[in-house]
């Protein structure tokens, strides 16, 4: 089974219906991290929770997904 994963280049972070946000690690502290969000120019004030098979690290690019009524940090992204 293929899974495509849909992105709307003109979708806003936390804009209803959006699932999956790619970003890059900006801060870690607490047991969480802020995350720049692709096509922000800032960080996140909020601090976002990652599974724990992943420890955020600075400079990360990690995927999000929505989960309930916020986001979660799935993992980091690797690769070209």
Known sequence: MDFILWWDTNAHFGKKGIHMIIGTIASVGDGAASVIIDSEDTATK???????????????????????????????????
Request: charged share 25%; aromatic share 8%; hydrophobic share 30%.
């Open 46 to 80: 909020k601090m976002y929770k990652s599974i724990s098979s992943y420890s955020p690290k600075v400079g990360d690019r990690v995927l999000l997904d929505r989960i309930g009524g916020s986001y979660v940090i799935i993992g980091s992204i690797t690769g070209k």
